[in-house]
T-cell receptor, first 114, second 109 residues
Framework: EPEVTQTPSHQVTQMGQEVILRCVPI?????FYWYRQILGQKVEFLVS????????KSEIFDDQFSVERPDGSNFTLKIRSTKLEDSAMYFC????????????FGPGTRLLVL | RKEVEQDPGPFNVPEGATVAFNCTYS??????FFWYRQDCRKEPKLLMS???SGNEDGRFTAQLNRASQYISLLIRDSKLSDSATYLC??????????FGTGTLLAVQP
């Protein structure tokens, strides 16, 4: 069964450093998303991406965040200058054109900012 | 009123029990709903979709009450492996998913 993959599974970084989280969505999917979940809290939407551009972003997704689809398979989330409060689990998700609402999630990257 | 509200639990039930979770939503225009399951420190996994009055899949039944704006999830004959957090999810028209805080279920042997 096809699945979304994410790397790395864990990332520890110093405050102010840049991090890039990588995702490989399911191959025939065209809609891509990033969500985050701070420990003990609910899953929150960050951004959606379709046709090589951002469709929607939340208020969390400020100028420190960016997304990119650098090639036909990867989808990345970059945080330019990490803050302590960016520590969270980051989930990538994808959906196909026929069932856009049904999103399949990757295993997540646990980011710890020190 | 929060966009999606759930009782956080925990619900502690013995194996074989029937348990039900409720979820309320604020946007009366919402047309579809999802229940996801999340194991500790893992990703949410789709459990059921609800598009009309309800949906049944084996031991799991989801029901929708549009007039009262709530969705329920019923689990019959609970197994130890059902222990997880159950997330009520409402998509916006833009496909952005709005998650509830989740209801924690612990099935005891």
């Amino acid at each position: 069964e096809p699945e979304v993959t994410q790397t790395p599974s864990h990332q520890v970084t110093q405050m102010g450093q840049e991090v890039i989280l990588r995702c490989v969505p399911i191959s025939n999917h065209l809609y891509f998303y990033w969500y985050r979940q701070i420990l003990g809290q609910k899953v929150e939407f960050l951004v959606s991406f379709y046709n090589n551009e951002i469709s929607e972003k939340s208020e969390i997704f400020d100028d420190q965040f960016s997304v990119e689809r650098p090639d036909g398979s990867n989808f990345t989330l970059k945080i330019r200058s990490t803050k302590l409060e960016d520590s969270a689990m980051y989930f990538c998700a994808s959906s196909d054109p026929r069932g856009q609402e049904t999103q399949y999630f990757g295993p997540g990257t646990r980011l710890l900012v020190l | 009123r929060k966009e999606v509200e759930q009782d956080p639990g925990p619900f502690n039930v013995p194996e074989g029990a029937t348990v039900a979770f409720n979820c309320t939503y604020s946007n009366s225009a919402s047309q579809s709903f999802f229940w996801y399951r999340q194991d500790c420190r893992k990703e949410p996994k789709l459990l059921m979709s609800v598009y009309s009055s309800g949906n049944e899949d084996g031991r799991f039944t989801a029901q929708l009450n549009r007039a009262s704006q709530y969705i329920s999830l019923l689990i019959r004959d609970s197994k130890l492996s059902d222990s997880a957090t159950y997330l009520c999810v409402v998509p916006r028209p833009t496909n952005k998913l709005i998650f509830g805080t989740g209801t924690l279920l612990a099935v005891q042997p």
